[in-house]
C-alpha cells in the first residue's frame, strides 16, 4: 500500500501530536506542518506563563521529532489567506487542522465593549511577546479584576502580582515586565461563578501564590472546610486558607522584625460564587455589578480600572478557520472527522479545553481513525504533497533550520537572569533566520 501525504496546519502541542502519531504509522509519508507564524509550538510559546519554563519543556520533545522524523517546519504560511485551504486539500491526501482556538471570550453583560476590558489571550501573548501584540499595552491602572476561575485566571493573576526578581528563570517579555513595573496596580479583585470548594483551578496554582512576596490575599467570604467532604475540594480549600496563613505570617514575622517591610503593597480579594451582571463605566470601565450565583437577589458592585476576562475562548469567524465552515452534514467530530481527507485535533476539535497532555491522547484518536480510513480504502491516496504547494506560496518560509537560527539568537539575547528574549515581530523573525544567508553573501 502507498504512503499518504499528510499536511498539519497549526504547530502548536495537537500539531505536533498529530505529526507523531502519524509518523509512527507512516515511517515513509510526507508530513508538512505548516504554521502561520516564522515559530513553531503555539501556547506552548505564547500561552503557557513564562515562569513556568517546565512546562514549555514539551518542546524539546518536539525538537527532537523535527530532527530525527523528518517532519517538514513550513512556517509563516497562514493558511487559508497565503494559502487557501482549497490549494492544500488538492495538493495532500490528508489535511489535518490543529489551529486551536484564538478568540478570547466576551463577557457577554451590557459595557462588555468599554475600553481597557482585555481578554486574558491577549494578555498572556503580550506577556510572552506574541507578534500580533507587539503594538498592545494594557492599562490596568490601580485596581484590575480578573474574571474567572480557572487555571489562566490564576496565570494572569501570578503574574500581574509578581516582581522583577521573581521572574528570574522565565522568558517573560522585557517590554512586559518593564510595563508592569511601571504599572499602578494597588489591588486586584477575582471573580469566579463557582463557590470556593468547585473552582476550576489546580490547587498546586494556588500553592504557588502562597509563595509570593509582599502580596496579600483575602476573601469575601468564609472558607468553610467543616462541610466539605470531597478530598480534591478540600485539599482546594485548605490551600486557600494557606494563603491567608501565609499573609498572617507575614504580618507576625514583620513585627518581630524579620521580613522586609512591604514594598510592593498589593493585595488580592477573591470572589467566589459571584457573575457579572454589567459593567460600570462611560467610554472606559469603572467598575463591575454583580449578583450571586446561589443568591442571585444578592448584589454588589466593585471598582475597577480595568477587567481582564479569563472566561474561555472561541472561533473569530472572519478570521479564522471555522469548525462550521469545514463541516458537512455527516462530519463526525467525536472523531475528527470533518470531510473528505479533511480532518481536525486539539483545541479546534474539542473546544478550549484540557491540558498540553491532553491533545496528545486527542491527537492519538484522530490518528486511529486516519489510518482506519486509509486501510479501508475509504481515503483514496496519490496526491503529489508538497511539490504541489511550492510554488503557490508567496511568503518568506521559514524551514526547521531557520527556526533554529531564531531560536538561538533569542537564547543569545537573553537579559540577564532570564531564558530567552523572543523577537517581537515577525520582520525581525524572518531577520534571524535569514541570517546565515547574510554572512554567505558577504563571503
Ligand atoms: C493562557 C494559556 C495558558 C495555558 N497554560 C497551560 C499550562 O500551563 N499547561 C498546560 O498543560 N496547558 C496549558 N494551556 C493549554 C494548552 O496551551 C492547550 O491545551 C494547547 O496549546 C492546545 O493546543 P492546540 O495545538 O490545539 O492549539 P494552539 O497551541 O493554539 O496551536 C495552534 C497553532 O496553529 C497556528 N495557526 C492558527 N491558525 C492558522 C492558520 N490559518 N494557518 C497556519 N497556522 C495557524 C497558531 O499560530 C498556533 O501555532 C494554556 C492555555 C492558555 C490559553
Known amino acids: 500500500m502507498s504512503t499518504p501525504t499528510i499536511a498539519i496546519i497549526g504547530s502548536g502541542p495537537s500539531g505536533c501530536f498529530m505529526a507523531q502519531a ?53 512556517g509563516n504560511v497562514h493558511v487559508g489567506t497565503e494559502l487557501p485551504l482549497a490549494d492544500l486539500r488538492a495538493a495532500y491526501d490528508i489535511v489535518v487542522v490543529a489551529t486551536g482556538l484564538y478568540g478570547d471570550r466576551k463577557l457577554g453583560v451590557p459595557g462588555d465593549a468599554l475600553n481597557h476590558i482585555y481578554g486574558a489571550g491577549q494578555i ?8 500580533d501584540e507587539e503594538a498592545f499595552l494594557p492599562r490596568f491602572g490601580t485596581r484590575p479584576i480578573i474574571v474567572g476561575n480557572g487555571n489562566v485566571a490564576i496565570d494572569v493573576l501570578r503574574l500581574l502580582v509578581k516582581k522583577g526578581e521573581e521572574f528570574h528563570g522565565s522568558d517573560l517579555s522585557h517590554e512586559a515586565l ?12 477575582v471573580v469566579g461563578r463557582s463557590p470556593a470548594a468547585l473552582a476550576k483551578f489546580d490547587t498546586v496554582m494556588i500553592k504557588e501564590l502562597a509563595k509570593l512576596a509582599n502580596v496579600q490575599f483575602e476573601f469575601n467570604d468564609e472558607l468553610d472546610l467543616e462541610s466539605i467532604e ?14 491567608a496563613r501565609a499573609k498572617i505570617e507575614t504580618l507576625l514575622a514583620l ?75 455527516d462530519s463526525d467530530l467525536s472523531n475528527g472527522f470533518l470531510d473528505d481527507g479533511l480532518y481536525c485535533t486539539g483545541w479546534f476539535r474539542r473546544g478550549p479545553t484540557g491540558t498540553i ?20 480504502g475509504a481515503l483514496g491516496l496519490g496526491k503529489p504533497g508538497y511539490p504541489a504547494i511550492a510554488e503557490a506560496i508567496k511568503s518568506t518560509t521559514v524551514c526547521y533550520e531557520d527556526w533554529k537560527r531564531i531560536d538561538t539568537a533569542e537564547l543569545k539575547n537573553a537579559p540577564y537572569g532570564r531564558a530567552r528574549r523572543k523577537f517581537r515581530n515577525k520582520v525581525a523573525m524572518l531577520g534571524a533566520a535569514q541570517s546565515h544567508q547574510a554572512g554567505e553573501n558577504n563571503k
Open 178 to 189: 518593564t510595563h508592569l513595573a511601571s504599572s499602578p496596580i494597588e489591588h486586584i479583585d
Open 357 to 376: 497532555p491532553d491533545n496528545r491522547a486527542d491527537a492519538k484518536h484522530v490518528a486511529d481513525n486516519i489510518v482506519q480510513a486509509v486501510k479501508s
Open 255 to 329: 513585627a518581630r522584625s524579620e521580613a522586609e517591610p512591604y514594598t510592593s503593597k498589593k493585595s488580592v480579594t477573591f470572589h467566589f460564587g459571584w457573575a457579572p451582571v454589567r459593567v460600570a463605566g462611560v467610554d472606559h470601565v469603572a467598575g463591575l455589578v454583580l449578583k450571586g450565583t446561589q443568591n442571585p437577589e444578592h448584589q454588589q458592585s466593585i471598582p475597577a480600572t480595568s477587567i481582564i476576562t479569563a472566561i474561555g475562548f472561541e472561533e473569530r469567524p472572519e478570521l479564522d478557520l471555522c469548525r462550521t465552515d469545514l463541516s458537512r452534514p
Open 22 to 74: 502519524l509518523r509512527r504509522e507512516w515511517p515513509d509519508a510526507e508530513i508538512t506542518l505548516l504554521e502561520r507564524l516564522p515559530v513553531p509550538y503555539g501556547l506552548v510559546r505564547y500561552g503557557v506563563a513564562p515562569d513556568h519554563p517546565g512546562t514549555k519543556a514539551v518542546t524539546r520533545q518536539f525538537e527532537r521529532m523535527f530532527e530525527r522524523e523528518k517532519i517538514r517546519f513550513l
Open 230 to 243: 470531597d478530598p480534591l475540594a478540600k485539599a482546594k480549600i485548605e490551600a486557600l486558607l494557606g494563603l
Open 124 to 131: 498572556t501573548r503580550f506577556l510572552n511577546d506574541h507578534p
